[in-house]
């Protein structure tokens, strides 16, 4: 059972997706606007879902508010599923989009997916070339200095070189790392291998390739 915190202007929505959770025994908080977020309680949950189009404070200004006060994952519910926007809200920290309309079983499956990967154990250290994973902290340094990757970010990179050499498509990253494999999840998985390597490029490494018509592979 997790701790959820909801953020939506519609209130269908935001009783729809109660209902879908509560089917899971989570807690669930529900909030319309930022301002009925209690901001002190923020650490408390396990997961928060935000809503990207609402009037006042968007889901993109929350999540730019609320991330250095959580360390938990951030959803997007969204209809907005452009390049630029999942880029936009990738970099402010999410970690996923769920595309409306959505499904009862793929609200269900997204949502326990991170749920589980924040419960995985980690406890070795992973040095390859002059990068550097320490898997119990879940961070990428280079050089002693600790890279500002996203956890979706982060988990892409260890996958990928916990499988060193080896080439997946999108979808066997997408189902890997956040354990639902669904049609929209191509763009997501190439928006945050972006991000990394615009990231890592800054540091002067540039470990995950592309094997055209297939996907990526980490090779350093």
């Known amino acids: 059972m997790a701790k959820i915190l909801v953020l939506d ?10 209902n879908i959770l509560l089917l899971e025994e989570h807690t669930i908080t529900l909030c319309s606007n930022y301002d009925e977020i209690e901001v002190g309680k923020l650490p408390w949950y396990d997961l928060i879902l935000l809503d990207v189009m609402m009037p006042g404070t968007d889901g993109f200004e929350v999540c730019r508010r609320i991330r250095d006060k959580v ?4 959803l997007f519910i969204t209809a907005k599923t452009e390049e630029e926007d999942m880029v936009y809200g990738f970099g402010l920290g999410a970690d996923d989009y769920i595309k409306k309309p959505f499904g009862m079983e793929e609200l ?6 991170h749920l589980r990967r ?9 040095q390859t ?8 902290g879940m961070k990428l340094m280079i050089a002693n200095e600790t890279m500002n990757l996203t956890k ?11 499988n060193k050499g080896q080439v997946f498509s999108r979808e066997q990253i997408y189902e890997a790392v956040f354990g639902y494999d669904g049609e ?4 997501t998985i190439a928006t ?7 990231k890592l490029n800054e540091a002067g490494v540039s470990p995950i390739q592309t094997v055209w018509g297939i996907g990526y592979k980490w090779e350093l």
């Open 129 to 136: 070339g002059d990068i550097r994973f320490d898997l119990q």
């Open 192 to 198: 945050h291998v972006m991000n990394i390597r615009n």
């Open 152 to 162: 979706g970010e982060y988990q892409i990179c260890e996958f990928l070189v916990k």
């Open 184 to 187: 929209s999840n191509d763009n």
């Open 118 to 126: 924040e419960k995985r154990n980690h406890s070795v250290a992973i």
């Open 9 to 18: 202007d519609e209130e269908k929505i935001l009783k729809l997706i109660k």
């Open 71 to 74: 360390d938990c994952p951030i």
């Open 108 to 113: 269900k499956a997204r949502v326990n997916a």
